[in-house]
Nanobody, 123 residues
Framework: QVQLVESGGGLVQAGGSLRLSCAGS????????MGWFRQDPGKEREFVAA????????IYAESVKGRFTISRDNAKSTVYLQMNSLKPEDTAVYYC????????????????WGQGTQVIVSS
């Protein structure tokens, strides 16, 4: 079993930055692909970014490419999402997730989920 806890969300003005963290416990995250998803009320949860277990491969949603950066520190069992140039449309609850399989963008490819952290971007 893997437990995931997100932190770092909050209220920020458009154009600002936030860094989200996802700390894993229970089992080391080193063998897991890690991903970030987000969900706005009334909308489906959508893929944001993912990183391979070694950190050498990353994928991003087109809407965040060039603004967000996913990274990981396996020694700390933590994954990060650096979010720059934030826009009001980035407002959502952000979830991290862990997958045993290949790097993917689908929710059904991920086995463990955190409880989420709220990000609000004001205009």
């Amino acid at each position: 079993q893997v437990q995931l806890v997100e932190s770092g969300g909050g209220l920020v003005q458009a154009g600002g930055s936030l860094r989200l963290s996802c700390a894993g416990s229970g089992r080391t995250l080193v063998t897991y692909v890690m991903g970030w998803f987000r969900q706005d009320p009334g909308k489906e949860r959508e893929f944001v970014a993912a990183i391979s277990w070694s950190g050498d491969k990353t994928i991003y949603a087109e809407s965040v490419k060039g603004r967000f950066t996913i990274s990981r520190d396996n020694a700390k069992s933590t994954v990060y999402l650096q979010m720059n140039s934030l826009k009001p449309e980035d407002t959502a609850v952000y979830y991290c997730a862990a997958a045993l399989n290949k790097l993917g963008t689908g929710m059904d490819e991920y086995d463990y989920w955190g409880q989420g952290t709220q990000v609000i971007v004001s205009s």
